[in-house]
């Protein structure tokens, strides 16, 4: 019989995702466990498997297409078998009719557990208070693992915020709160395994009592029937799994118990692998998916390599240990604006770049001959904004902007300077920088990249740049490529001064080079243009004292 396949709910706060790759196609055999699509969900892009074997009839939703949760992403079932009925909505029909059928029995459970309980329909919950329990994180889950709290009990917990990072059988994912109030009670500590549904934490009102509230949101039974009740229930679950448990041993041979990840234990299963023969990796020891990967026979401990006799000539294999970690640091509002800005400059404006080497043999004893002059203080940046500014008055096209419509060729010439800040990149701007001498550039430099570090800036002051310079030789760097500052239509790097061996007068002699590259937007500056420009900027660069005039 047909089975009918829908878009999965891959993370508590999904509500629609996007099928990035089907692997399979449409009439090919499909097994329980074969990878059918990877979805992106809004936390990852996961692969989804089936837990129908057939074959796959029809395929709901293409490849890049997106779709709300719960709408029809494939079906399966016997090869040429007729689904014309499913396709129409009795499929859907089917699944209400299961549905309904799952809540009377729900409902059934729930009125019988209410009558031995003796409570109300609303279950004794405190006012405000929710219960979250272990999400079901991909189709196949069955359980999962908490690798790490990041609120504690106490907290405060605002809607969005991330609680926890759950160990599914596919992936670790962080876990989002869709409620705001105190966590007033964790479930399960960190590195502990638990079904889905099981308790995860409750959140309330801080200072709310919930020591007799349990996962189903009713008051907790007698202690006594509670321990009856989860030793029955361990029975009934050892009984399913006595196979599994023989090949997947979850205690040490000395008694001691095996933390590892549900994934870990179906590929040590499959493989035949005594996990108590696995060394963990992970947190606490965990076994991971990858200390089963690279688990060999012969890596056993060393007390079975002793009782051969051996022991003391065998090499102990090395086995890397340490954890995998990362710092998770909140986007500011400025890295965002960022971002997204310079995603939208290199994705919309074709790039290209140019590059040349400057002798800067002139520039260097000139910058020396100023700065023995008293209050006076030059750098190299201050004389390749001052080179610019003066190849833009001869080079128009480059300090233009394209707008769609037409093409504007700024006729005033406005400097952006690239200022690193501990959040990131800002530009302030030096308008009308033609008309500055050198110390006056470097006065103003100084003056707006104090005010960029100490966030005093003020939002005119990075306005209205016509083209920008950014320089990233004070830290060593030769040469590099930038991404244009929108909406300009060009941008300079400038790398840092290196002593090589050059060719002067047919000579090899001791020199100093600087590399500039400009990136150009190819929709306003051509080739021809801003090499032409580059040329200029070089013959100012080689002899400053024209830029004294």
Avoid at 359 to 379: F, G, H, L, T
Wanted: a negative charge; glycine letters at 8%; aromatic letters at 4%.
């Amino acid at each position: 019989m047909a089975e009918v396949i829908n878009m999965p709910r891959l993370s508590d706060t999904m509500e629609e995702g996007v099928v990035a790759k089907w692997l399979k196609q449409k009439g090919d055999k499909v097994e329980e466990g074969d990878i059918l699509a990877e979805i992106e969900t809004d936390k990852a892009t996961m692969e989804f498997e089936s837990f129908y074997e057939g074959t796959l009839l029809h395929i709901g939703i293409e490849e890049g297409e997106t779709a709300p949760v719960d709408t029809l992403l494939a079906i399966i079932g016997e090869e040429g078998e007729d689904i014309s009925d499913l396709l129409k909505g009795d499929g859907d029909s089917k699944k209400d009719e299961k549905k309904d059928k799952s809540d009377s029995n729900d409902e059934d459970e729930g009125e019988d557990e209410a009558e031995s309980d003796g409570d109300s329909d609303d279950g004794g919950i405190p006012e405000g208070v929710e219960i979250i329990t272990m999400p079901r994180l991909s189709d196949t889950m069955e359980e999962g693992t908490v690798a790490s709290w990041l609120k504690k009990e106490g907290d405060k917990v605002e809607e969005g915020d991330i609680l926890a990072e759950i160990e599914t059988d596919k992936a670790t994912m962080e876990f989002e709160s869709f409620y705001e109030g105190t966590l007033l009670k964790i479930g399960l500590e960190e590195g502990e395994t638990a079904k889905v549904d099981s308790l995860l934490a409750i959140i309330g009102p801080e200072g709310t009592d919930v020591s007799n509230v349990s996962v189903d949101g009713k008051s907790k039974k007698k202690s006594s029937e509670k321990s009856d009740k989860k030793k029955e229930d361990k029975s009934e679950e050892k009984e399913e799994n006595k196979s599994s448990e023989k090949k997947t041993s979850d205690s040490t041979k000395d008694g001691g118990r095996i933390f590892a990840s549900p994934l870990a234990k179906k590929m040590a299963e499959d493989k035949g692998i005594d996990l108590s023969d696995v060394q963990g990796s992970g947190g606490n020891g965990r076994i991971v998916k990858k200390d089963i990967e690279d688990y060999k026979p012969s890596e056993k401990p060393a007390e079975a390599k002793e009782s051969k006799g051996d022991a003391a000539a065998a090499p102990q294999p090395y086995v890397p240990a340490g954890e995998e970690s990362f710092e998770e640091i909140k986007n500011s509002q400025m890295r965002k604006t960022i971002a997204k800005r310079l995603g939208e400059s290199k994705f919309n404006a074709p790039h290209y770049y140019l590059t040349i080497e400057v002798d800067m043999a002139n520039a260097m004893a000139s910058r020396k001959q100023i700065n023995e002059m008293p209050d006076v203080k030059v750098s190299f940046n201050d004389m390749v904004i001052k080179a610019s500014a003066m190849a833009l008055r001869k080079h128009p096209q480059v300090n233009s902007q394209w707008t769609g419509e037409s093409m504007k060729i700024a006729k005033h010439i406005h400097m952006g300077v690239a200022v690193a800040v501990e959040e990131g990149l800002v530009v302030p701007v030096l308008k009308f920088a033609d008309q500055m001498s050198m110390t006056q550039i470097g006065n103003n430099v100084k003056d707006v990249a104090g005010k960029a570090r100490n966030k005093k800036l003020q939002p005119n002051e990075m306005e209205g740049s016509t083209f920008t310079v950014s320089n990233l030789g004070m830290f060593g760097i030769v040469e590099f490529t930038s991404i244009i500052n929108q909406p300009n239509s060009a941008i300079l790097s400038v790398g840092t001064i290196v002593e090589k061996p050059v060719v002067k007068n047919g000579q090899i002699v001791v020199g100093n080079t600087m590399k500039l590259t400009l990136a150009c937007d190819h929709r306003t500056v051509d080739g021809a243009t801003g090499a032409a420009f580059l040329k200029t900027l070089k013959t100012y660069m080689e002899n400053p004292v024209t830029m004294l005039a």
